[in-house]
């Protein structure tokens, strides 16, 4: 009997809980009234009167050793019981919280303005719902000229005679008629078109703006700040073609097409196997509209640019659909 008491006490010493179920287990073992103490206690009076003493000894460190241990890791679980009584423990690592990321379309916009800013531009802007006056007449696009009919947008009522703008053009002839040249200003922002939306065609999009007024601008500094600008932007090794084109407000005007970095001017499908491809309009801004914003067209000249900040992440990103900007898909967005 006293060898079983023995071994008893040296499980005792050795027990370990690691959860408040087997501090429990080891209570109801050694404690409760089916436990081993209640079945020593049983046997008690079959011991030898003589043997009581010493025997009664042992069972008393049995029961003392039981109820340390019980003590000593109810202390332990009980700080980790409050924890948990409303199933939160705080000891669990937390959710992480999701990071987010610019937008494909900030993040070209803002390297777009950074490249300019280096070269003196600062940045302008502009309302997006605009007057007629400013977004077409100041531009040299009289009512009912047919240049106007490229540029669909949505207009309010004539009383109004207010529309979502169609570029960001608008915001030279703000420019010009609040600032005395020289000015050197970048312009991004939100412009509108009634176009069917499709893969190439959205009716809502981005774009940049960029106006140079001084006295004696040439062709020659546009050409040159443009191809600066494209070799910070798509790199070194890239070159710029400038075709004749149209726009009222610029005289002469010109398309820039930026030699393709995908095939470095080989020919692939991205740049339809020309080699180039096509990322701006250009020109001289247009005697008239200097006299419209009241600046002395006989003293000062410039250039303008506007480009589309889609088509530029399209290419930086090689992106195949203008819906995929706005339909805000984690997916996509995760990617830049
Ligand atoms: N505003 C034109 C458009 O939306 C782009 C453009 C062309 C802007 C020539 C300019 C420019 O400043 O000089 O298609």
């Given at each position: ?6 071994s008893?006490?040296?499980e005792?010493e050795?027990f370990?809980?690691?959860t408040?179920?087997?501090l ?7 404690l ?5 103490l ?6 008690m009076k079959?011991?030898?009167?003589e ?16 109820e340390?241990?019980i ?6 679980f ?29 993040i ?6 950074e490249?300019?800013n280096?070269?003196?531009?600062v940045v302008?802007e ?10 077409f007449?100041?531009?040299n696009?009289p ?10 947008t ?5 009383a ?5 703008r ?6 030279q002839v703000r ?16 412009v ?6 499709s893969a190439?065609a ?7 703006e ?11 500094d546009l050409k040159?700040?443009l191809l600066y600008?494209v070799k910070?932007m ?10 004749p084109s149209?726009?009222p ?7 820039m097409d ?11 499908n991205?740049c339809?196997?020309?080699?180039w ?11 008239n509209v ?14 303008a ?6 088509r530029?992440?399209m290419?930086?990103y090689?992106?195949?659909d ?11 967005l995760?990617?830049?």
């Open positions: 009997m006293l060898e079983k008491i023995d008893l006490i040296s005792v050795i370990n809980a690691d408040a179920e087997q429990e287990e080891f209570r109801l073992r050694f409760s009234k089916k436990g081993h209640a079945a020593i206690f049983a046997e079959q011991v030898l009167p043997d009581r003493k010493s025997f009664g000894q042992k069972v008393n460190e049995l029961k003392n050793k039981a340390e241990k003590k000593f890791f109810s202390e332990k009980e700080f980790k019981g409050d924890e948990t009584i409303h199933g939160l423990d705080l000891s669990l690592p937390g959710e992480p919280i999701q990071l987010g990321s610019r937008h494909p379309v900030s070209v916009r803002n390297d777009i303005v490249i300019f280096r070269l003196g531009y302008a502009g309302p997006e719902i605009e007057d007629d006056w400013h977004n007449t100041a531009l696009f009512p009912e000229h047919p240049a106007r009919d490229m540029q669909d949505f207009f309010m009522d004539d109004i005679g207010m529309a979502l169609t570029h960001t053009s608008s915001v420019v010009m008629q609040t600032t005395k040249p020289p000015i050197r200003i970048i312009a991004p922002g939100r509108y078109r009634n176009e069917a939306i190439r959205h009716c809502l999009f981005h774009q940049v960029g106006l140079y007024i001084d006295e004696n601008v040439s062709f020659a040159q700040t600008f910070e798509f790199g070194e090794k890239s070159t710029i073609r400038l075709r149209y726009f407000f610029t005289e002469p005007s010109a398309e930026v030699s393709c970095n995908i095939c470095e001017g080989k020919g692939c991205v339809k196997y020309t080699g491809l096509e990322i701006m309009g250009c020109g001289m801004v247009d005697p200097l006299e419209n914003c009241g600046i002395d067209s006989k003293k000062y000249s410039g250039f640019f506007g480009m589309g900040i889609e530029i992440a290419m930086k090689t992106i195949k203008l819906r995929l900007y706005y339909e805000n898909d984690e997916r996509f995760e990617q830049f």
